[in-house]
């Protein structure tokens, strides 16, 4: 089954500062990468996607690369403020067998921003 | 509106009690999901329903037990839970079912079992 890792698991930037954060998938069949950020106690919440035809993707200070051949796929935060503290997960999703679709997460990144 | 609504927000249940933790959307989502998510971990699918219907089982243990009354609401049963169970349940919907639809999760419900 697909296979999802993550790196690195805390990540600490000073406020102002580029994030940078990581994932490798196993299954060269997986066509659909979400991201997720998860506030503590809260939810988790989609905070970009990328779709397997597409190499980049931007959405103001967030953006998102994918490298089909290598199975790589980052999450790119900019000039970071403190508002972006959270957990951050990483996603990978290919179409089932039955009709539905299974997503599956990588282990999380602990972003913290300092002041 | 991309709400997701979970009820109770929080559980603390004996070991032999009954209990259900329930979801509500009414985005006409045909897709709906429990995930189980520990501290500090990422969230594990459960179940997954399409169309109503229970399209992908985990291999959870018995003692869960998902129903899906109609396309707006999925229940999740609770009877002789461990304590190892206690956990945010994560209720979830999509549009459809299939790769690339955007998954909305709800607040979760904070399950406690003593």
């Known amino acids: 089954g697909e296979n999802v890792e993550q790196h690195p698991s805390t990540l600490s930037v000073q406020e102002g500062d580029s994030a940078v954060i990581k994932c490798t998938y196993s299954?060269?069949?997986?066509?659909?990468f979400p991201w997720y950020k998860q506030e503590l106690g809260k939810r988790p919440q989609l905070i970009i996607d990328?779709?397997?035809?597409?190499g980049e993707k931007k959405d103001q200070r967030i953006a998102v690369t994918l490298n089909k051949t290598a199975k790589h796929f980052s999450l790119h935060i900019t000039e970071t403020q403190p508002e972006d503290s959270a957990v951050y997960f990483c996603?990978?999703?290919?179409?089932?067998?039955?009709?539905?679709?299974?997503?599956?997460f990588g282990s999380g990144t602990r972003l913290s921003i300092r002041p | 509106d991309t709400e997701v609504t979970q009820t109770p927000k929080h559980l603390v249940m004996g070991m032999t009690n009954k209990k259900s933790l329930k979801c509500e959307q009414h985005?006409?989502?045909?897709?709906m999901y429990w995930y189980k998510q520990k501290a500090k971990k990422p969230p594990e699918l459960m179940f997954v329903?399409?169309?109503?219907?229970?399209?992908i089982n985990e291999s959870v243990p018995s003692r869960f037990s998902p129903e899906c009354p109609n396309s707006s609401l999925l229940n999740l049963h609770l009877h002789a839970l461990q304590p190892e169970d206690s956990a945010l349940y994560l209720c979830?919907?999509?549009?459809?079912?299939?790769?690339?639809?955007?998954?909305?999760f709800g607040e979760g419900s904070w399950l406690t079992v003593v």
């Open positions: 979830a919907s999509s549009q459809k079912p299939g790769s690339g639809n955007t998954i909305y």
């Open positions: 299954d060269s069949a997986s066509n659909y």
């Open positions: 990328i779709r397997s035809n597409v």
């Open positions: 996603a990978a999703s290919k179409h089932g067998d039955s009709s539905a679709s299974k997503i599956i």
């Open positions: 985005m006409g989502h045909r897709a």
């Open positions: 329903y399409s169309y109503e219907k229970l399209s």
